[in-house]
């Protein structure tokens, strides 16, 4: 029976594990690599790490820390941060990652990702899209930790990144990041129905309820989260976890 993939995606702020409410307040959590570490034990499916001030100070995720993960790691990674050329994915890659996580770089030159695919296959290449409502209705796609609007709809921006050859989607609701409310789940169905690839549900992912939604209701087959597997109990106490097998068996 097909299961879909449970994902902790991890940030990143100067080496340190850290996560955030709306893109903003980033909490540190703690060591990425003691994380890594844990999830190893709890059997997680796959593990996303995005460096989130990559973009905005024009730098690259470490490779010495990819290096590290890929030391500890017992399941595939994926990594993001101020990923710009053939030759940053391929060091990526090289350093131990299976995919590579692509944001304002798509949106500045999607012609990126189709050498990209190109290049390495689009198994290879997630784009992730980062979506928050316009001050007038409608959604838009941002990039740079959310700080910068690209103008962009974000149907047809994934459609745009599924034609240049990503091979997966990483939908984001900025506005539900970090609020364990659930995901927006109109929004990643709209996506989920206008391409063919893999689209991985993000943000807002709070409750196993939530999981299941983002499955059986948006149609997602993978489903990240961040707070859901850093935090434990409504005063969001520090625990790293992740769901036994039986409770994501949908």
């Known amino acids: 029976m097909f299961r879909p993939r449970v994902i902790p995606v991890l940030l990143l702020k100067n080496q340190g594990l850290v996560k955030s409410k709306g893109f903003k307040d980033h909490n540190y959590i703690g060591d990425p690599i003691n994380a890594v570490r844990i999830f190893n034990d709890l059997k997680a499916d796959e593990l996303v790490f995005l460096d989130i001030l990559a973009s905005k100070n024009n730098s690259l995720v470490s490779l010495d820390f990819v290096r590290d993960v890929g030391e500890e790691a017992n399941m595939p990674f994926a990594v993001g941060g101020g990923i710009k050329t053939i030759q940053h ?4 890659i090289n350093a131990g990652a299976e995919k ?4 304002s770089s798509a949106a500045e030159n999607p012609e990126f990702i189709k050498n990209a695919s190109e290049e390495f296959g689009s198994s290879t290449i997630t784009v992730c899209l980062d979506v928050k409502k316009k001050m007038f209705g409608g959604l838009q796609t941002w990039t740079k930790g959310g700080s910068f609007s690209t103008g962009r709809n974000p149907i047809d921006f994934a459609k745009l990144m599924e034609q240049m050859g990503a091979g997966e989607l990483i939908i984001q609701s900025i ?19 206008a391409v063919t690839i893999p689209v991985v549900a993000l943000g807002g992912a709070g409750t196993i309820g939530h999981l299941k939604q983002g499955y059986k209701e948006a149609g997602a087959k993978g489903l990240a989260a961040g707070s859901m597997f850093v935090y434990q109990g409504s005063s969001a106490g520090v625990l790293i976890n992740y769901p036994d097998r039986a409770e994501i068996d949908f």
């Open 175 to 193: 506005e539900n990041d970090g609020k364990r409310i659930g995901y927006d789940i109109g929004m990643v169905k709209s996506i989920v129905d």
């Open 89 to 92: 994915i391929r060091e990526i």
């Open 100 to 103: 590579v996580v692509i944001n």
